[in-house]
């Protein structure tokens, strides 16, 4: 399912492009390093009473598909996301599996959902790229039942995550045109001071707030790294735009900067992360509009 009225924003345009595609091709080796963060939401949607789940930012379903496996029969799951790309490889994943998912292709910060039709809102990473967080969660408070509970994982800062930066730090000094990051522009670290998101969560019309610290260990193939360093990230959509003798030596001095990562065959890294937790409140009505 399409949602044609989504707008060409910065995100779409990237999600459907160079981002959307890297990751639609290195789907294997990204849910693998990310398996522990999915296996946190898929065992809270589990324990809980949830059947009709919405996950945001589904991008290529595999955590949408993992918590469809679960619950089985019982279960309705729907992933959405504003990439083609990504939403493709979803889609022919659950048809190879014969996995019941409904995936759409739409902006969840504008998208028309059925009013009070899901008990459970997940996301892996993908709540941190909304233009405007406040209409997006409003948006998804109207299409949470009441008392449905929300489970959303997104990283904290730049600081704590070293390994996310370390290419762009590394790269700095051979590459003008490196854009530097905006705090609270929709991205990576949107979501990073968590007085903001529970501000966020509060004036659209969630409750029971809980915003907790964790660290996950993630792990890559050290044969993956370079491939990594050079396709995602702000250093992967430049490294687009430069020669090749220039290209090569900032992907030198890159892996380089990766090594206190290398354990041998593995690559080794902290997630530093929120798992953010809340309640759709008894009076949707007290949610923001659009």
Not at 156 to 165: A, K
């Amino acid at each position: 399912m399409d949602d044609t009225r989504q707008p060409e924003d910065e995100q779409s345009k990237l999600w459907n492009g160079t981002a959307g595609h890297a990751w639609a091709q290195n789907q294997q080796v990204l849910d693998a390093m990310f398996k522990p963060l999915e296996d946190l939401l898929v065992e809270a949607v589990v324990a809980g009473s949830a059947s009709q789940v919405l996950d945001i930012g589904c991008g290529t379903g595999s955590t949408t598909l993992a918590v469809a496996r679960r619950l089985g029969a019982k279960g309705r799951c729907t992933g959405i996301d504003i990439s083609e790309p990504m939403l493709a490889a979803a889609r022919a994943r659950a048809d190879q599996e014969g996995t019941p998912a409904r995936f759409i292709r739409a902006n969840a910060q504008t998208y028309a959902f059925e009013p009070a039709s899901f008990d459970r809102v997940i996301s892996r990473f993908g709540v941190m790229f909304f233009e405007d967080p406040i209409q997006a969660f409003a948006n998804l408070r109207r299409a949470a039942k009441n008392d449905a509970e929300l489970l959303a994982i997104a990283w904290r800062s730049p600081s704590e995550n070293p390994f996310m930066t370390t290419a762009e730090r590394a790269a700095a000094p051979l590459l003008s045109n490196l854009p530097a990051r905006r705090p609270d522009a929709p991205g990576q670290f949107a979501f990073a001071d968590s007085n903001r998101v529970h501000r966020i969560l509060e004036e659209s019309g969630w409750a029971g707030i809980d915003i907790q610290p964790i660290d996950v260990t993630c792990t890559l193939p050290e044969k993956e790294l370079v491939n990594y360093l050079t396709r995602f990230g702000l250093l992967g959509r430049v490294l687009q735009e430069v020669d090749e003798r220039t290209r090569s030596q900032v992907i030198e001095t890159v892996r380089a900067a990766f090594e206190p990562f290398v354990h041998g065959a593995e690559v080794r890294y902290t997630a530093a992360c929120w798992k953010v937790g809340a309640r759709a409140s008894a009076a949707p009505e007290d949610a923001v509009s659009p």
